[in-house]
């Protein structure tokens, strides 16, 4: 009889750390959108679970340049 190896315990689920998103966004209240900045790789899978923190009519938009986003904080910071 073979013993089997223990189940490592491995999880892909975002911790939630109270109410912080653990990415770079931006809250534009006056157009009611949020913007994440995601470069590259998957983390713009579990913007739905983050846009839940957010009032309903608030839309969800990601940016894949620094310089946009740069540009979009700059924006923001205006009005």
Same mark, same amino acid.
């Given at each position: ?31 009611? =959108? !949020?913007y994440f900045l995601i470069e590259s790789g998957?983390?713009?899978?579990? %913007? ?6 957010f009032p309903d009519d608030y839309k969800g938009? =990601? !940016? ?11 924006? %923001?910071?205006?009005?």
């Amino acid at each position: 009889m073979t013993k089997r190896p223990k189940p490592k315990n491995r999880t892909n689920k975002l911790k939630d750390s109270g109410s912080s998103i653990p990415i770079n966004h931006l809250v534009n209240d006056a157009d009611k =959108v !949020v913007y994440f900045l995601i470069e590259s790789g998957m983390a713009y899978l579990a %913007i739905g679970n983050w846009m839940k923190r957010f009032p309903d009519d608030y839309k969800g938009v =990601v !940016v894949k340049t620094k310089e946009t986003f740069g540009k979009l904080r700059k924006e %923001i910071q205006k009005n």
